[in-house]
């Protein structure tokens, strides 16, 4: 690549040819249709056994939905997002110290997806931070905008609070205890990926996001409330999944799927871009410790054909994750029990 980062502010008028996907691998964007029934599900609801009726259906059929009501305030998701931007609007050169290309640093600016393991880029560029604890992590956030460390602490809390309650609701509707995946994932990691898309001249050629699963265990994403584009698959097609205000998109990431012994399916999701606006997402994932032993309870194994996957460490896991390119098969087919 010529530059190392898309955001540079140069509007480029046509696309570079090493984002320019082969033609069976292109989004097709006039065969989606937009996904009219995702479930949306309101965390405000008085009614416990409804929320846990309705995230069990939402994550045996559809893998993701969305929330509302969900307790994360109003004005910690509109300082992020104010913040985010700023940070992309900031000069290249100082966009450029933060720059990496290494997965295991904790904080960094990058592009695409893995540059160097894909054979063709991504129209992204990301600033990827570790955030828990806190801590540990803030001191190395970016200290520009000055701002940035304060806000995005304060999110990530309110939305890491956010995430365990959806944890729980989801052990319950496996008809688990409340707290059996959070003993199981141990003291949870938490990253954030700030995604910035430019606008680009081709988006028929090109993805910001291929199609991917997370290899976390739950993923919480504010889409851009002005700018669509995430599309999930579901029966074989993508559908675009639309903003709707105040809401986050709640993706089940690999480890719930595999925990839930296959019950609940990571999904497939993208990220498409287009011509006109630039596009900002933030996901939070909420990531098992690195020496949490993913199994499924016995609860779900007992019957049936018994644990559909070999019992693995989420380090290992990870490792197999970052060696691969983020469109091969799904990386947990590679964990599977023989049959
Ligand atoms: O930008 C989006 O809507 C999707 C982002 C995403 O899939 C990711 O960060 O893993």
Redesign the pocket.
């Known amino acids: 690549m010529d530059t190392k980062v898309i955001s540079s502010g140069i509007r480029f008028l046509t696309l570079p040819e090493s984002y320019v996907r082969p033609e069976s691998e292109r989004p097709r964007l006039s065969e989606v249709s937009t996904c009219d029934n995702v479930p949306v599900i309101d965390l405000g609801n008085e009614d416990g056994a409804n929320i846990v009726d309705q995230i069990g259906y939402a994550c045996t059929y559809y893998g993701f939905f969305q929330v509302i009501n969900h307790g994360v305030s109003e004005e910690a998701v509109e300082r992020m997002q104010k913040v985010a931007w700023e940070f992309f609007d900031l000069p290249i050169e100082e966009k450029l110290k933060l720059y990496s290309e290494d997965p295991t640093k904790t904080m960094r600016l990058s592009t695409s997806f893995n540059v160097n393991k894909e054979k063709v880029h991504n129209w992204?560029d990301?600033l990827r931070l570790h955030c828990y604890p806190l801590d540990k992590y803030v001191p190395e956030w970016p200290s520009n905008p000055p701002s940035f460390r304060e806000i995005a602490s304060n999110y990530c809390k309110e939305v890491r609070e956010l995430g365990h309650r959806i944890e729980e609701l989801i052990s319950e509707s496996l008809g688990l205890e409340k707290d059996i995946e959070r003993k199981i994932l141990g003291e949870q990691g938490q990253h954030m990926?700030v995604?910035y898309?430019p606008p680009c001249p081709e988006p028929e050629l090109t993805y910001?996001?291929p199609g991917?699963t997370?290899p976390n265990a739950l993923?919480i994403?504010l889409?851009?409330q002005d700018v669509a584009?995430?599309q999930v698959l579901k029966e074989g097609k993508w559908l675009a999944?639309n903003p709707i205000p105040n809401a986050f998109?709640i993706?089940i990431g690999d480890q719930l799927q595999a925990l839930s012994n296959g019950r609940y399916k990571s999904v497939w999701?993208?990220?498409i871009v287009n011509v006109d606006k630039p596009?900002?997402?933030i996901?939070s994932?909420l990531c098992p410790c690195d020496d949490a032993l993913i199994r499924s309870p016995a609860a779900l194994t007992e019957e049936g054909s018994g644990p559909v996957y070999r019992d693995y460490t989420y380090a290992e896991y990870y490792k197999k994750f970052w060696s691969r390119n983020l469109d091969q098969e799904h990386c947990l087919e590679l964990f599977k029990n023989e049959k």
């Open positions: 992204r990301y990926a995604n898309y910001g996001l991917h997370d993923t994403l889409q851009d584009g995430l999944v998109v993706n999701h993208r990220a596009r900002l997402s996901a994932f």
